[in-house]
Structures are given as C-alpha cells and as structure tokens.
C-alpha cells in the first residue's frame, strides 16, 4: 500500500569515542587476527580456524584470537588441537561489553565469517572497522551493508576457507594495505554509523 510518505532508514549506531584505536596495544612482532562471536554454528569460526591453519602453514608470526563464548567451545578448542595451532590461538572466553574495545585493539585483522542468512548487521564488523582495523566478512545476511569490498575490508564467500585465506594472506602481507583499509573503515564508520 503506497501512502506518499517518505521511509526514513535509521542505522545502527556505535559510540565512536569507546571504539576507536589505541595502537599502543598493537604487537609490532606479531600479526594478530580475530574475532567477536558466540562460538555457535551460525557464525562460522570453525572455517576461520581452518583457515588460519592454512596461512600459518605460511607465515609464523601470525595469532588468532577468538573472543567470545558457546556451545561450540570444546569442539573449536579441539579442532585447534587437531590442526596442531593450539598455540597460536587464545580463546578468550567471555568478555564484558566494555572490554570489547581493548580486545579489538590488539588485533590487526577482524574477521566476521558468517555462514547463516540469519545473520543480520554486523555489529562486531562496525566496532572493529571503528577501531581502524581492516575486516573480512563473509558475503551473507546483513554483513555486506558493513564493509565496502577492496576499499574498508573484503566480503568472501561463506565457507570458502580458500578465498578466507587469499584474504587474510593480503592483509598479513601488505601492512600499507591493512592501514590503508583500516583508516577508510574508521571514516565510514563515522559518517554512517557514529
């Protein structure tokens, strides 16, 4: 039913002045990827364990830091071990919303790998890109309003653990690249979503 009113889109917001970059907490020796998730099915984080093996396969001074908590703990704990990176990967646990900033600011990379079409807009995506770091999100859901491909991050393909870890071999790379990105993310993030 048309009514001649105008539809007004009002985004999603995040306080600017708590999600913001603090390279003070920055790991100049390591290259440190991550995520901020409910260890569940729906947001994909076994297919970022995988992939990560792949790159460490590659590149030794790289982490992951898995921020968060769920059912699937145990298992992703154990699918770790069995790719033998268990020790490069802190399972952080839960983490009060206000320490979510200081979790962001170690990292270098965020990653949101997604595999549901339930997954709606990317909050997590927002603050780290608020946070200037570059994001890889998966192509699904809400997700792609967040990141502008090949400009703040890189959208993938959900569950494509190889097109994840051409990704994230880009940005480990590339450190012009991962600044570049992460600054244009912070200046989206403040003029769409402050």
Do not use: W
Request: net charge negative; glycine share 8%.
């Amino acid at each position: 039913v048309q009514t001649g009113q105008k539809v007004h889109h009002i985004p999603f917001g995040i306080d600017t002045e708590k999600f913001i970059l603090n390279s003070e907490s920055k790991n100049i020796n390591t290259i440190y990827i991550g995520t901020v998730k409910s260890l569940e099915d729906k947001y994909g984080i076994s297919y970022l364990i995988r992939a990560f093996a792949q790159v460490k396969l590659q590149i030794a001074h790289v982490e992951l830091i898995v921020v968060g908590v769920g059912s699937l703990y145990d298992k992703l704990v154990k699918l770790a071990e069995n790719l033998g990176i268990e020790n490069s990967i802190t399972f952080t646990g839960k983490v009060e919303n206000d320490e979510v900033p200081h979790c962001l600011n170690k990292m270098d990379i965020f990653v949101a790998p997604s595999i549901s079409e339930s997954e709606t807009f990317g909050v997590s995506a927002v603050e780290a890109s608020a946070c200037s770091l570059p994001i890889i999100v998966s192509n699904i859901g809400g997700l792609p309003e967040v990141v502008i491909d090949g400009k703040t991050g890189f959208l993938v393909e959900p569950e494509n653990i190889d097109d994840l870890t051409e990704k994230l071999l880009i940005l480990i790379n590339d450190k012009r690249v991962r600044k570049k990105m992460g600054d244009e993310g912070r200046h989206y993030v403040e003029a769409n979503y402050r």
